[in-house]
């Protein structure tokens, strides 16, 4: 049964349970954290403010997300910036819950108008902006559909066959090709249908080695084409920024036992190995493009837990560069402006990786040689981090955009540099 019929006729279940699996587990990846199973988290009545200077920072924070309920911001290596159509406002997309489930809306930046863009019936995922067709993209069930931001015109981009229960997570430079993986007989699924939690199922689908598979779909004939296949976790799938035909993805798994960051060329499926590690206990991910898409950045420890880095791998020599930082000052994850000369990361509690005593903030990082100096910008000590932050720059440099769920409610925020 296809979800273009369905949509129609049966808007409130999915055509398939395995289908359903798939998108289980893209939404554990991207919207809810990597972590065990994402806790009710009870809070006192709070009122929200709008905008609030913080007094251990001294930096002025503002409410992006003006709207009752659940309202969570793109994964941070996922570009969720457009610009208006006369090109003078800088707007985002975002994910906020309504009585129809989860919706696409999109924010003006500067007065913080939030606009409904999506009024699916189905669970939807995907955080993909088409700047060029000023379109979100998104999937649900085995049909992917485009939302345009101005017209909220809606159209099928793609159904999947029968047989592939694939999802898709990215759009080349060209915006002429989706790219998404699909494993063999949904058994990855299976598994985490037996193990619901991260801590039960995440060795378990690596050490199954189950059969993935990597596709593009060429938006202009509507046809899906296998581009390589292992048996590993393939995941976290990202077209270059700049490169239509350079695709990133990992091997997902336990970091200190993959070689886990990888490009392919998805004209001719040659694949090439971004870093090695080199010693044991080495862990290296999170990785995220430049916005420029010459260098690939990512989280290294050498070891685990112990010598903290953020390290680019230069596309066109293969060079890394270093950048050490202090324990408490390891985040979840980072991002960059286009200069690459500031980052940003957003901050940890003591549960995760690098054990930090005084790591809940979001701070911003000035490169100096071979290390970070670090600026503190918000306290988070009120955030759950079972819910990651997932920061990124504003498309003018000059805010930090996050989620929290500090005051009960996830929102989004800016913390102004």
């Keep these: 049964m296809k979800v273009s019929w ?9 055509a398939n349970e395995s289908l359903y699996s798939v998108l289980v587990i893209v939404f554990l990846f991207t919207v809810y954290p990597l972590c065990d199973g994402f806790a009710q988290i009870h809070y006192d009545p709070v009122t929200i403010p709008n905008m609030w200077v913080d007094s251990s920072t001294g930096h002025t924070i503002i409410r992006l997300s003006r709207r009752e309920g659940d309202n969570t911001s793109f994964y941070f290596h996922n570009n969720p910036f457009i610009y208006s159509a006369d090109g003078t406002s800088e707007w985002m997309l975002y994910y906020g819950s309504t009585k129809q489930g989860r919706q696409l809306f999109v924010v003006d930046l500067a ?15 995907g955080e993909i902006v088409a700047q060029k067709h000023r379109e979100a993209v998104y999937q649900c069930g085995d049909t992917i559909f485009a939302t345009h931001v101005d017209t909220r015109i809606t ?3 793609y159904v999947f066959p029968d047989v592939i229960h694939g999802t898709v997570t990215t759009l080349n430079a060209e915006e002429t090709l989706l790219a998404g993986t699909f494993n063999t007989n949904d058994e990855e699924q299976a598994i985490v249908k037996q193990y619901p ?3 039960q199922f995440f060795k378990r689908i690596y050490e199954a080695h189950i059969p993935h598979f990597l596709f593009i779909i060429n938006l202009q004939t509507k046809t899906l084409k296998v581009i390589h296949r292992e048996n590993e976790w393939t995941n976290h799938v990202q077209f270059s920024p700049t490169d239509p035909n350079c695709l990133m993805y990992c091997h997902e798994g336990p970091w200190e036992k993959v070689d886990r960051i990888w490009i392919i060329d998805v004209r001719n499926g040659i694949t090439h190995l971004m870093h090695r590690r080199t010693m044991e206990n080495e862990i290296a991910g999170h990785e995220f493009w430049s916005p420029d898409g010459t260098t690939i950045w990512f989280d290294l420890q050498m070891p685990k837990s112990e010598n903290f880095f953020l390290a680019g791998v230069s596309l066109a020599t293969g060079k890394e560069v270093r950048y050490r930082h202090q324990r408490n000052e390891w985040s979840i994850h980072y991002n960059t402006i286009s200069e690459q000369t ?17 790591a809940n903030w979001i701070y911003l990082f000035h490169t100096e040689s071979d290390h970070f100096s670090a600026e503190r910008l918000v306290n988070m000590k009120r955030h759950n ?12 440099g000059k805010w930090i955009i996050f989620r929290s769920n500090m005051f009960g409610p996830t929102n989004i925020f800016a913390v102004k540099l």
Excluded: W
Aim: one cysteine or more.
């Design 342 to 358: 500031l980052f940003c990361g957003d901050g940890a509690d003591s549960v995760h990786v690098a054990r930090g005593t005084d």
């Design 6 to 14: 369905f949509y129609e006729t049966a808007p409130h279940f999915f």
């Design 111 to 125: 007065t913080q108008l939030s606009t409904q863009l999506t009024n699916q019936a189905l669970p939807m995922i």
């Design 197 to 199: 939690l991260k801590s």
């Design 385 to 396: 981090y079972q819910l990651e932050p997932n920061v990124h720059f504003s498309p003018d």
């Design 155 to 157: 159209r099928v981009l």
